[in-house]
Structures are given as structure tokens and as C-alpha cells.
């Protein structure tokens, strides 16, 4: 599975102009399952996102989690992360099949709520109008394949 995370003061996502799910401080995460992704690969990239030390201490060093700051993550499904670049248009045929990718999502998902923390989403598979706060700006690429 692949994430980019990105440390926000808020976010939110919208579909068809109503909110769908909207959080204070913490982290966006987009996710995209890639084809042969299973439930141990979410349950490690759960893992990972919350344990992340990428906010700031009292000393302004990164060195605390989503955890350790009581933050929420908005989870929003993003399949172009699987994007293929060799060409100038875009493959995606290395992503998870529609209903595989919905499923590691949820399981995604409901592993960080397990972990404590809030979880709020956005819808899988519609288009999305998300809106952020950048906070630092920290943006972290992770992938269970790495």
C-alpha cells in the first residue's frame, strides 16, 4: 500500500459540496491499495502512520506521533497514487482492483481508529474536493513495499 501523509492544522473533504469528513489538527493521509496488498500491509501502514514522530516537541524537534498528540486523520482513497509514469498519460493498472482497494481502505481505516485515534473519510471511489492546512509543511511519502 501506498501513503502520502500530510501534517495539517485542519482538512476536509468534500463531495457534491457537502463535507464528508473533516478533522482539527493531525494528519491527511491518501491511500491507494496496489494490487497484491493484503491486510498485513494495512495493518503495517496503520501502524506506521500513527507512530510517525513528525510533530513537534517542546524543543521543536519531531518527536512526537498522532498518538502522543491526541490528533485526528482524515483517510481519503487516492488510486493515482499507483500512478505509472513512463509515458506522459498516466497507468494506473498497477493499483488494487476497485473492490480489493474499498476493502484494504476500510480495514486501513479501522486500524488507526483501533489505535485510539479519531478517524473521519472520505467516500471511496467518488470524486473529492479535499481542502488542507498545511502544517510545517510536512508531506511523507510511505509505501509497504519500501
Known amino acids: 500500500m501506498r501513503a502520502l501523509i500530510q501534517r495539517v492544522s485542519s482538512a476536509f473533504v468534500a463531495v457534491d459540496g457537502q463535507t464528508a469528513g473533516e478533522i482539527g489538527p493531525g494528519l491527511l493521509v491518501l491511500v491507494c491499495a496496489m494490487q497484491g496488498d493484503g491486510e498485513k500491509e494495512?495493518?503495517?501502514?496503520a501502524r506506521k502512520v500513527v507512530n510517525l514522530r513528525?510533530?513537534?516537541d517542546d524543543a521543536r524537534r519531531m518527536n512526537r506521533s498522532l498518538l502522543d498528540t491526541g490528533g485526528a486523520a482524515l483517510v481519503v482513497s487516492q488510486f493515482t497514487l499507483a500512478a505509472e509514469t513512463k509515458g506522459n498519460r498516466p497507468g494506473f493498472s498497477t493499483?488494487?482492483?476497485?473492490d480489493e482497494g474499498r476493502r484494504l481502505y476500510e480495514h486501513f481505516s479501522q486500524k488507526i481508529a483501533s489505535h485510539g485515534v479519531t478517524v473521519a473519510n472520505g467516500v471511496?471511489?467518488?470524486?473529492?474536493?479535499v481542502s488542507l492546512v498545511n502544517d510545517g509543511p510536512v508531506t511523507i511519502w510511505l509505501d509497504t513495499a519500501e
Open 42 to 45: 494495512s495493518e503495517w501502514l
Open 54 to 56: 513528525i510533530f513537534r
Open 95 to 98: 493499483a488494487a482492483a476497485p
Open 124 to 129: 471511496f471511489g467518488a470524486e473529492m474536493k
